[in-house]
């Protein structure tokens, strides 16, 4: 079993940045592909970036690329995901998952092998 904790939310204002930190209680071979993934108020599930295990793959959704960096520190167990020039747009519950594979983005949280608790963002106009 893996624990992961999310942290780093806060409201902010428009332009302003945030750095979300996901610490996991161990990677293994189930952690190999670790991603960021929002929930909108009143929204469905929207993936916003992964990462692979040794950081050679990283895909961003189009409405934060150039925006949002994803990184990983395996030394650490720790996932990040620096937001610059937040929009109001960006208000979401912010979720660390982790897969075996890739490009996996399902509807449902709860298809990740892993996920946390969330952290709140809110970026105001």
């Known amino acids: 079993q893996v624990q992961l904790v999310e942290s780093g939310g806060g409201s902010v204002q428009a332009g302003g940045s945030l750095r979300l930190s996901c610490v996991a209680s161990?990677?293994?071979?189930?952690?190999?592909?670790m991603y960021w993934v929002r929930q909108p108020p009143g929204k469905g599930l929207e993936w916003v970036a992964e990462?692979?295990?040794?950081?050679?793959?990283?895909r961003y959704a189009d409405s934060v690329k150039g925006r949002f960096t994803i990184s990983r520190d395996n030394a650490n167990t720790t996932v990040y995901l620096q937001m610059n020039s937040l929009k109001p747009e960006d208000t979401a519950m912010y979720y660390c998952a982790a897969h075996t594979q890739i490009l996996f983005r399902p509807a449902r949280l709860q298809a990740y092998k892993y996920w946390g608790q969330g952290t709140q963002v809110t970026v105001s106009s």
């Open positions: 161990r990677f293994t071979s189930s952690t190999d592909s």
């Open positions: 990462i692979n295990r040794d950081g050679a793959f990283i």
